[in-house]
């Protein structure tokens, strides 16, 4: 168990549907990663948030948005679902970075969103 | 164009040998390179990072190599086990704080 939690742990639903999976960091980490992981893609890194604040941004489409609240939840907002959404979604948290400074990330369960 | 890439091909290996998964990169100029292990429709589990100014770095029965020549990373398991089995994801962090991961190699070690 890595301290790191994500519900729903499934979710089904249909194109065009907006949807918000949530992700609690290990107790103490300040940064959330949100990630994709799909098959034919492998695992693709979306958005950090270090402290409720934007960090990093990767490969997150326009259609995808993320927040880190004041008690260091996340949520991911995905909206107008396409069947190219279906993916493991996962989110990630590490304690409080010093940029330069790298520290390992502990991983949820994941989220299995189907699209159908 | 930005690349990293592992064997897509599943890996063989004889219990009690030493297995060796390689990441190659192109394009990118990491400071950090990892290695996480994943189980089938888990997350992945962080095992060793190493930085752009360290060649090696060992835990236990892994070590890992880092040759910012070469642009690859190679990822070793000695005496390996069954229990070893899995896909190992490599990673980099990039300057811009971007983390990319590569497609992973599913290394299976036969009894």
Same mark, same amino acid.
């Given at each position: 168990?890595?301290?790191?939690?994500?519900?729903?742990?499934?979710?089904i639903?249909?194109?065009?549907?907006?949807v918000?999976?949530?992700?609690?960091?290990?107790?103490?980490?300040?940064?959330?990663?949100?990630?994709q992981?799909?098959?034919?893609q492998?695992?693709q890194?979306?958005?950090?948030?270090y402290?409720?604040?934007?960090?990093?941004?990767?490969?997150?489409?326009?259609?995808?948005?993320?927040?880190?609240?004041?008690?260091?939840?996340?949520?991911?907002?995905l909206?107008?679902?396409?069947?190219?959404?279906?993916a493991?979604?996962?989110?990630?948290?590490?304690?409080?970075?010093?940029?330069?400074i790298?520290n390992e990330q502990?991983?949820?369960?994941?989220?299995?969103?189907?699209?159908? | 164009?930005?690349?990293? =890439?592992?064997?897509? *091909?599943?890996l063989?290996?004889?219990?009690?040998? $030493?297995?060796?998964? %390689?990441?190659?990169?192109?394009?990118?100029?990491?400071?950090y390179?990892?290695?996480y292990?994943?189980d089938?429709g888990?997350?992945?589990?962080?095992?060793?990072?190493?930085? =752009?100014n360290?060649? *090696?770095?060992?835990?236990?029965?892994?070590?890992v $190599?880092?040759?910012t %020549?070469?642009?690859?990373?190679?990822?070793h398991?000695?005496?390996s086990?069954?229990?070893?089995?899995?896909?190992y994801l490599?990673a980099?962090?990039?300057?811009?704080?971007?983390?990319?991961?590569?497609?992973?190699t599913?290394?299976h070690?036969?009894?």
């Open positions: 168990d890595s301290g790191v939690t994500q519900t729903p742990k499934h979710l639903t249909a194109t065009g549907q907006r918000t999976l949530r992700c609690s960091p290990r107790s103490g980490d300040l940064s959330v990663y949100w990630y992981q799909s098959l034919d492998g695992l890194f979306l958005i950090q948030y402290n409720g604040e934007e960090r990093a941004k990767g490969n997150i489409l326009e259609r995808f948005s993320a927040q880190q609240f004041p008690d260091l939840h996340s949520e991911l907002n909206s107008s679902l396409e069947l190219g959404d279906s493991l979604y996962f989110c990630a948290s590490s304690v409080e970075p010093v940029r330069g790298y502990f991983f949820g369960p994941g989220t299995r969103l189907t699209v159908l | 164009s930005q690349k990293i =890439e592992q064997n897509s *091909e599943a063989n290996i004889q219990e009690g040998k $030493t297995a060796t998964l %390689t990441c190659n990169y192109t394009n990118y100029s990491p400071a390179l990892q290695w292990r994943q089938p888990r997350g992945p589990v962080f095992l060793l990072l190493i930085r =752009e360290e060649k *090696e770095k060992r835990k236990e029965r892994l070590k $190599t880092f040759d %020549t070469l642009k690859q990373s190679l990822f398991i000695t005496a086990q069954p229990a070893d089995s899995a896909t490599c980099l962090l990039n300057r811009d704080d971007k983390i990319i991961f590569g497609k992973g599913r290394l070690i036969l009894p």
